[in-house]
């Protein structure tokens, strides 16, 4: 389990970092949220290149989901982790869903500022 940010760099090209969240009060301090959805993803079935539709948080609350970087690397995520998702410009990321279970999201989308 872990706290991860994805992010589009200068040159729009999505990354992602982990997140230690001693060094981001604002997270542990409270961020403003616009709505809540829940999702669920089946396995095996790739949403090609996309930004990320506004800023906004993922956590996974059950499957593990892989994404794919422009770089040609990939990141796995599962149950608990936590996802900023800022790559809103540029190519963004693919995802899949991995293994035979459905991955189960929560999608905290984010106002404007935090």
Not at 19 to 33: F, H, K, R
Not at 89 to 105: D, F, M
Request: aromatic share 8%; hydrophobic share 35%; glycine share 10%.
């Amino acid at each position: 389990m872990g706290t991860y940010r994805m992010y589009a760099d200068d040159d729009e090209v999505s990354r992602w970092e982990k997140i230690d969240l001693e060094n981001v009060p604002s997270w542990t301090e409270g961020i403003d949220a616009s709505q809540i959805r829940f999702s669920l993803r089946q396995p095996g079935v790739l949403q090609d290149w996309h930004p990320a539709p506004q800023r906004q948080f993922v956590i996974i609350l059950s499957g593990q989901l892989e994404i794919g970087f422009e770089d040609g690397s990939t990141k796995k995520f599962g149950q608990g982790d936590a996802r900023l998702v800022e790559d809103v410009s540029g190519k963004g990321h693919t995802t899949i869903a991995l293994g035979n279970e459905p991955c189960i999201t929560i999608t905290i989308g984010l106002k404007e500022q935090y």
